[in-house]
């Protein structure tokens, strides 16, 4: 990655237009009580870069939420490019000519880096979908981006390269105003260095550029102009060559702030080693060796991606890191040894691993240390309140009340909540990655105080940061890291920001760019698993696939004539209705929803089938037969996304409900069972072509036409996207929810359709004949690879599902064993594909997955600020 310094503001880069690329007027934003943002007022030109700044909680995401049109302002008007945004939408800021980078990023990490480049370019600025890994190939490396395939889970990539990525397609589509939002937050020197040279060149082309972030030293080097904002308020427009970084920061607290790093007493030759590591390795991380002493604060510095992040996992007793790691004599060898030991690691993935997003402020500032909080056996509420009433005050974070769920509070202030949990439990042993990424310089300040006062205690601090000026400033120690060994040890007090960068860019002049994305990828296992992950579908479809083998083997085994003709069609009519049925909920279930009314929808549709398709023949009857399933399905569809999208209602809960009313309307209709088929229609449907049934044969094509849609097409991977993230998804201009409207739509036809198909075999209007299917309607997509998180799975696996159910219920009666068994044993499989399917990534299918699902609130959330 080369590094650019010389990107000096200049006059003579700014191309005035005549109107203004944005003009904010009196914009306010309130939650509840909370006032995010009061009177807001800016103005850019194109070609101007203009940098928001303001204290955690100042309101500047929030702002920058309104211009994007992810919120909806309570008052007040944006205006860009001369038009005023009327709908508060990603997509109608988008048309205006908005781009963001959010403060959060907005990359789905189960799509490759291609698709997210695709997804995220306007219809008219990208290419055909068969084209995208080349035309994304090119994006990458026209903006220096080198390391990376376009072909790449995006998952697979570390954080900073994430960021450097989704600048680059800002970049790249030329909008009239880019908004980046705390965009180098994860970068180091040069991937600041290169979002600098980024954001110079696109002014240059004209665009206006909305610059936020906590790092004045970018400000000072990009910025024309500043505006600052304090507990929402705007204060004021500045010049940038008007004011000292000093001006700045008092400013933005309202008083005068000192800057001074705190000072270190330096740690006496004698102080006890706390923690030790010897031949600690994982993927790129070879064979370190560290100890880490009472009293002191080690820094791990390092170009992005050259380990330090994997020796902070490891020296936290991460599992799958090799080596042997011990405190005082005992050894460590999980996370929660290394805890009970005072070893706590903070991730710097904070969103993900650092705090409970749903829970309240409160209840994350408490977690680490109830037991202290308890009387008489149980948490005692007064003293937990006053046990966060003094982390709140302590570290000044912004809050509405300490009820509110974390996710609510800005970016910085989350930050701080995780710190000060970290440290309540006064460790022994404290390991930070990013200790103040998103924080003001204020806050900055009481980090440093906070972590130096840990060290000043006894206890061992080691701290991982892309600032090189940060771990030159607080640190006693920093370990230089390179290709993920340690190179050389740097004397806190004497190194610099100026030697600690040369120290690892000597070694960096020969790395490979592509390390990061290597020793990143290496967190997750070596090469054979990262092959696995990345076709984890299709080896789901194999897996699956060898088990309907061995099960086959295993019945024709027990009874030669299993391999008949007659029971191979009869296998096949049993699994038609199903396979039919777990497309339906297959529909939902990759937008992220679920769909419990689809037996009771089949069972409608076959007894209105019982009124209107009962004689005739000829292609009316066909026509009759499909109109009445369809509108049945229709109908149930459409109350499921009046219920689910419209009123909100969660989705579980909903589709009960009209479970509830689509069997009761049958049964009224068709108290018992009456009203015999058409048998014309009867004959269609249990049509035989060799040993299978016809309609399998018509089906299996219409699935992998349109597994081939979802997963190689455009349209496809933006329905996918919306199941995926639909925060991030709505955020890309991708309708979320008209797609989950149609998904529940399509879901009922196709219930309706399963109705018919499940017509062949009943002959008869029977209400109830559908009830079996609700179960299984879930359970054979899952089977197939399908997440209950959305975005995963496959048509040709809801096949694969339904013949493996087909089949175990074939074999039941073959054992000699009760029916119920099959019922238990499609319990029983569903459980084992969704432990089988479950894993730790970025998105799940497994227990933990169903259980989000149930709790979950339908359509996508407001966007938490700043999360
Ligand atoms: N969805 C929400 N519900 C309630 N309060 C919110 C919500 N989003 C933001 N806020 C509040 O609005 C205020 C401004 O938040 P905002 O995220 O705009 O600050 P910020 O200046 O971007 O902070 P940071 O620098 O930490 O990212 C904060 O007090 C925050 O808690």
């Known amino acids: 990655m080369s590094a650019n310094r010389t990107t000096e503001p200049s006059e003579t880069t700014v191309s005035r237009q005549d109107g203004p690329a944005l003009r904010v007027t009196g914009l306010r934003k309130e939650y509840g009580p909370v006032v995010a943002l009061a009177d807001a007022r800016l103005a850019l030109t194109g070609g101007e870069i203009h940098a928001l700044v303001g204290e955690n909680g100042s309101g500047k995401s929030t702002l920058v939420n309104l211009v994007s049109g992810t919120v ?115 970068l180091d020197a040069s991937g600041v260095d290169r979002v600098m040279d980024m954001i110079v060149r696109s002014a240059a082309a004209g665009s206006a550029v909305l610059f936020v972030t906590h790092r004045l030293g970018e400000v000072f080097r990009v910025a024309h102009n500043i505006s600052v904002l304090r507990d929402g308020e705007w204060q004021s427009t500045v010049p940038a060559s008007s004011l000292s970084t000093g001006d700045l920061v008092d400013l933005m607290a309202g008083t005068s702030v000192g800057l001074d790093f705190p000072v270190r007493p330096g740690v006496p030759a004698d102080a006890p080693v706390v923690l030790t590591g010897r031949g600690l390795s994982q ?21 992005d991606g050259n380990g330090q992040g994997l020796l902070l996992r490891a020296l936290g007793a991460n599992a799958g890191a090799g080596g042997v790691l011990t405190v005082g004599d005992t050894e460590l060898r999980s996370p929660v040894a290394a805890k009970a030991k005072g070893v706590v690691y903070l991730s710097g993935d904070r969103k993900r691993e650092s705090l409970f997003p749903t829970l309240s402020v409160l209840e994350n500032l408490t977690a680490g240390v109830l037991g202290r909080l308890r009387e008489n056996g149980l948490v005692h ?174 019945a024709q085994g027990v009874n030669p004539s299993f391999s008949s003709a007659a029971s191979i069609y009869n296998i096949g009519l049993l699994a038609l209705p199903l396979t039919v049925a777990a497309v339906a909920q297959f529909w939902v279930l990759l937008v992220g929803g679920i769909d419990i009314a689809v037996g009771a929808t089949m069972g409608l549709s076959l007894v209105a089938l019982s009124f209107t398709a009962t004689s005739g023949g000829g292609a009316m009857l066909a026509v009759v037969a499909v109109v009445t399933v369809v509108v049945c399905g229709l109908l149930v569809g459409a109350l499921n996304a009046l219920l689910v999208e419209g009123a909100k209602i969660v989705a579980v809960v909903a589709t009960i409900a009209t479970m509830g009313i689509a069997g009761g309307l049958a049964l009224v209709l068709r108290p018992t069972a009456a009203g015999l088929l058409s048998p014309d229609l009867l004959t269609w449907l249990t049509h035989q072509t060799g040993a299978l049934p016809t309609l399998t044969l018509v089906l299996v094509p219409l699935l992998l036409v349109g ?143 169903l259980v989000i699902r149930v709790l979950r609130r339908p359509g996508p959330a407001g966007v938490p600020s700043g999360a």
Not at 147 to 154: H, K, L
Not at 817 to 840: E, H, K, N, Q
């Open 72 to 186: 909806a302002p309570t008052a007040g008007s944006v205006e860009i490019a001369g038009q005023v945004l009327l709908r508060n939408t990603p997509a109608a800021a988008a048309r205006l000519g908005v781009m963001t980078v959010f403060q959060d990023g907005s990359m789905l990490p189960e799509l490759t880096v291609g698709q997210n480049l695709y997804i995220g370019t306007r219809a008219d600025q990208r290419p055909r979908y068969h084209q995208v890994d080349a035309w994304a190939q090119e994006l990458l490396e026209t903006s220096g981006i080198t390391g990376v395939s376009s072909r790449t889970a995006t998952r697979e990539i570390p954080p900073g390269d994430r960021q450097l990525i989704e600048i680059a397609r800002a970049v790249h589509a030329r909008p009239p105003l880019l908004i980046l939002d705390e965009a180098t937050s994860a």
């Open 283 to 303: 993927g790129n991380l070879k064979d370190v060796s560290l100890d880490v002493r009472a009293g002191e604060v080690l820094g791990l510095a390092g170009a």
């Open 381 to 554: 509420p007064r003293r937990e309140r006053e046990h966060a009433r003094e982390q709140i005050q302590a570290f000044g974070i912004r809050v509405g009340s300490p009820a509110q769920p974390v996710s609510f509070l800005s970016g910085g202030n989350q930050q701080k909540v995780a710190i000060s949990r970290a440290l309540s439990d006064a460790p022994r042993v404290l390991l930070v990655d990013e200790p103040t990424q998103g924080v003001d310089v204020r806050s900055r300040m009481d980090i440093y105080r906070t972590l130096r006062a840990a060290a000043d205690a006894g206890s061992a601090v080691v701290v991982v940061s892309s600032d090189a000026a940060e771990l030159a400033g607080i640190c006693d120690r920093i370990a230089v890291m390179s290709r993920g060994r340690i190179i050389t040890e740097l004397d806190g007090p004497t190194a610099t920001e100026d030697s600690i960068v040369s120290a690892f860019a000597v070694e960096s002049e020969v790395v490979d760019p592509a390390s990061s994305a290597a020793v990143s990828a290496a967190t997750s296992g070596g090469s054979v698993r990262r092959v696995l992950r990345a076709h984890e579908d299709l080896f789901r479809l194999g897996v699956l696939a060898v088990v309907l083998v061995a099960l086959f083997s295993y």
């Open 707 to 849: 597994d081939w849609c979802i997963w190689r097409s455009g349209p496809g991977v933006r329905l996918r996207a919306a199941g995926l993230q639909p925060n991030y998804a709505l955020r890309l201009g991708i309708p979320v929810r008209r797609l989950r409207v149609a998904s529940y739509l399509a879901c009922g036809v196709t219930a309706g359709l399963a109705g018919l198909v499940l017509a062949g075999s009943v002959g008869t209007g029977e209400a109830t004949a559908g009830n079996d299917f609700t179960l299984l309607s879930m359970a054979a997509p899952v089977l197939g690879g399908a997440s209950l998180l959305g975005g995963r799975g496959c048509l040709f696996g809801c096949l694969l599902g339904g013949l493996l159910l087909a089949l175990s219920n074939t074999i039941v009666p073959m054992l000699g064993i009760s029916d119920a068994w099959s019922f238990m044993i499609v319990g029983i499989l569903t459980v084992v594909a969704l432990l089988a399917y479950s894993r730790g990534g970025e998105n799940t299918s497994g227990v933990r997955s």
